[in-house]
């Protein structure tokens, strides 16, 4: 029995419920200080070192340390560190700080579970602080968090089912390194996983959500929710899944197209979360040694050049009040050092040599065409050459192209400093790869040179592919306008869906209402009035006038079939009652 230490979660979590009602200045040194402690602290702790207990009366392990969750632990405690000190240069209040702690600590709880159970808890606690959140800015964000809830909520339950299944097949809920087990299992967490992933068609969350809460929420979005569904996929599937690569390199390709098609900035980015998180699920699914260190080093490279886009888009949101290329242009002179760490981000996204998006996404597309899948091979260069594309165009409309008329300050020192934290190992990891692969999970040993003539020629072409791609469309691109997605259809035919339900289920008691209401009066009257009710039936007495002896006897048969007919009356409308009721 390994002695217990504290899961990172607990401080972190502890200092969110501190941060909501402290100062602004005091919560966010507090916020920082704490998650800038959990990069040593889950660095130095043992790979082996665990905490064993029982949650909900089964046997669970609440932190579990190996080369995967500390690699994740790294590099969220550091983003979160410097999202916070972002958020305070950028005017975020301490309750949104709280909420995005809290939104950490559960996402550290999650990557640091030792078996299904904990890792199930905190993904589903994660999915409400992170809705909090995005609730917490208002206005169009508030119906997006619902939005956003309501699929997460769903892909939470189909996850949850596919564990419940696994523990029927196994007995346990521990992790066994086999991944989920049985066939029906899979197949449940490979979607409700690809919920948190994006999956083509369960993607429309990510475009729809992160444009719209504040500047410093959406650092903090685009980082934990898609890469803790990466780690959660590598659990479902540790020796990996073909179909779940093939996915992986469809979103690669997809996610990159629509934000080639995007005018809103941040909407732009986000269909690149979904794109280069292709990547990393095709790495996964593929299996083999270089093509999961790949998706785990693209993990933590992406964590890093993604927070660092969102940040210098923000700053240009924050100082021009605009969200659209069209009514931008010509910032470069005005936020230079914005301009500079832009293009190092867009440099590391889009796979250029020299930066740290060149050395995992060459090690995942090289794990590829060493296994001969070619189309998944195929596919990802063509994500990359989309990939560029898009950011010529962000950069070309937001930096060179025109002139912004109003007046624009610089960014301030916060801002500043949260960017240039970011943008050094973006360039350090990309010129020294061994530094990455130092850092990177034991998978068993992997055979990678980065710096090949052939590696670098590739990253040369796909660049040269984007310039010239970007010369020829530029001009279609300018008039494209906004681009529907899925979630157009979906969120319609919910809205229409839920309408005609209710509406229905509305209308269906109302007429069996009625014809409760109809059935008793009659009833009502037939017990009152028999003799009426038999004469409005059309019943006539039988009995001849001219009979006179036996009219007694007649009056008296006459009086007990009447009584019984009401009787019978009062018996089927309580039975059609009860009936209409059992139906409905």
């Given at each position: ?9 607990v ?10 009602v ?17 990069v ?12 064993q ?11 579990n ?29 301490p ?6 702690l ?5 996402s ?11 890792l199930?808890f905190f ?11 995005v609730w ?8 997006a ?20 299944w ?26 409700g996983?690809?919920?948190n992933?994006g999956f ?14 504040h500047?410093?929420?959406?650092v903090?979005?685009c ?5 803790t ?12 899944q073909?179909?779940v690569?093939?996915?992986g390199?469809?979103?690669a ?50 964590i ?6 969102f ?26 050092l914005?301009?500079?760490a ?13 930066f740290?998006?060149?050395v ?13 899948y070619?189309?998944i ?25 025109g ?41 068993g ?21 984007g310039?010239?791609?970007f ?20 969120n319609?035919?919910?809205?229409y ?25 009659a ?10 009710t038999?004469?409005?039936?059309g019943?006539a ?16 048969t006459g ?19 009860i ?6």
């Amino acid at each position: 029995m390994v002695d217990p230490v504290i899961p990172p979660f607990v401080p972190v979590l502890t200092a969110a419920l501190l941060v909501a009602v402290l100062g602004r200045r005091s919560g966010h040194a507090l916020a920082t200080l704490v998650l800038a402690a959990v990069v040593p602290y889950v660095w130095l702790v043992p790979t082996g070192q665990h905490f064993q207990t029982l949650l909900f009366g089964f046997d669970a392990v609440l932190f579990n340390v190996d080369g995967f969750s500390q690699l994740m632990g790294v590099v969220f405690g550091f983003i979160g560190a410097v999202a916070v000190l972002y958020s305070w240069a950028s005017k975020a209040d301490p309750r949104q700080t709280a909420f995005a702690l809290g939104y950490v600590g559960t996402s550290l709880g999650a990557v640091f579970a030792g078996d299904w159970l904990t890792l199930i808890f905190f993904w589903e606690l994660m999915a409400v602080t992170s809705t909090l959140l995005v609730w917490h800015y208002g206005g169009r964000a508030v119906r997006a968090g619902f939005r956003y809830a309501l699929l997460h909520g769903v892909g939470g339950t189909l996850l949850l089912g596919a564990i419940i299944w696994h523990y029927v097949e196994t007995g346990t809920f521990l992790f066994t390194g086999d991944g989920l087990a049985g066939t029906v299992a899979p197949v449940l967490a490979a979607v409700g996983i690809g919920v948190n992933v994006g999956f083509i068609g369960l993607h429309a969350w990510l475009p729809d959500t992160y444009p719209r809460p504040h500047i410093a929420a959406s650092v903090f979005l685009c980082v934990y929710t898609t890469k803790t569904g990466v780690y959660g996929m590598f659990r479902a599937f540790p020796d990996g899944q073909l179909a779940v690569a093939y996915m992986g390199a469809l979103m690669a390709v997809f996610g990159a197209s629509m934000a080639l098609l995007q005018g809103d900035m941040r909407r732009l980015l986000s269909y690149h979360i979904q794109s280069q998180v292709g990547y990393m699920i095709a790495g996964v699914g593929l299996g083999s040694a270089l093509a999961t260190a790949g998706a785990f080093g693209h993990v933590f490279n992406h964590i890093l050049y993604k927070s660092l886009l969102f940040m210098t888009v923000g700053v240009v949101i924050y100082q021009t009040g605009e969200e659209h290329l069209e009514d931008l242009g010509g910032l470069w002179r005005k936020l230079p050092l914005t301009a500079v760490a832009f293009l190092i981000a867009a440099l590391s996204i889009a796979g250029f040599p020299g930066f740290n998006g060149f050395v995992s996404k060459g090690m995942v597309l090289a794990a590829a065409h060493k296994k001969h899948y070619d189309i998944i091979w195929y596919l990802l260069l063509a994500g990359g050459v989309g990939t560029f594309l898009s950011f010529i165009k962000l950069g070309y409309y937001v930096f060179l192209h025109g002139e912004y008329d109003g007046e624009v300050r610089p960014a301030n020192v916060g801002q500043k400093l949260a960017m240039v934290a970011v943008a050094i190992p973006c360039v350090v990891f990309g010129i020294y790869p061994p530094a990455l692969f130092a850092i990177l999970p034991d998978v068993g040993g992997f055979e990678y040179t980065t710096f090949t003539v052939g590696h670098v020629a590739e990253g040369l072409i796909l660049a040269a592919l984007g310039v010239v791609g970007f010369v020829l469309l530029k001009k279609p691109l300018a008039k494209v306008g906004r681009v529907p997605d899925v979630d157009a259809l979906y969120n319609r035919a919910g809205f229409y869906g839920t309408r005609a339900l209710v509406v229905g289920t509305t209308e269906l008691y109302a007429a069996v209402d009625r014809a409760t209401v109809a059935v008793t009066s009659a009833v009502a009257g037939a017990v009152r009035d028999p003799a009426g009710t038999l004469d409005r039936l059309g019943v006539a007495n039988v009995v001849g006038s001219d009979e006179a002896a036996t009219n007694g006897a007649n009056e008296q048969t006459g009086v007990d079939l009447r009584a019984g007919f009401g009787t019978s009356v009062l018996l089927v409308a309580l039975l059609v009652v009860i009936a209409l009721f059992l139906l409905v």
